[in-house]
């Protein structure tokens, strides 16, 4: 189901919000969610803390207090799936932890034609 446009959808589309944005991922790289619950994951957009309501000004817009969120946890934030049936967490050895991860299905793959070619 398409989403209806709201009111600051213009201003999103902006240069100014492009630097604002790219600011608050510069000042925080990982996403707050995330680290909050012991995850380490990459900010990937900036996420108005206060949501718009009626009445609000464009000045909450530019200057309302911003997080720094994943993908994943952005569409928590607003109640939609999360976009990948796998989480990206990476361990302190580099590699993904989760065994759904691509990364390791592909190694599977990897492993079983190795076996194959025995």
Not at 1 to 10: A, E, L, S
Not at 53 to 58: I, L, Q
Not at 64 to 84: I, K, S
């Amino acid at each position: 189901m398409p989403r209806t446009p709201g009111p600051w959808d213009r201003l999103y589309r902006t240069s100014r919000w492009a630097k604002i944005s790219k600011m608050n991922l510069k000042r925080n790289p990982l996403c707050t969610r995330c680290t909050a619950a012991g995850r380490t994951h990459e900010s990937e957009l900036s996420h108005h803390i206060e949501a718009w309501r009626p009445g609000f000004a464009e000045l909450n817009f530019w200057y309302g207090p911003l997080d720094a969120l994943c993908f994943d946890c952005h569409a928590e934030v607003h109640g939609r799936p999360a976009r990948l049936p796998y989480q990206r967490d990476i361990g302190s050895d580099g590699f993904p932890i989760d065994s759904q991860h691509p990364f390791w299905l592909a190694s599977d793959k990897i492993d079983k034609r190795e076996d194959e070619n025995k």
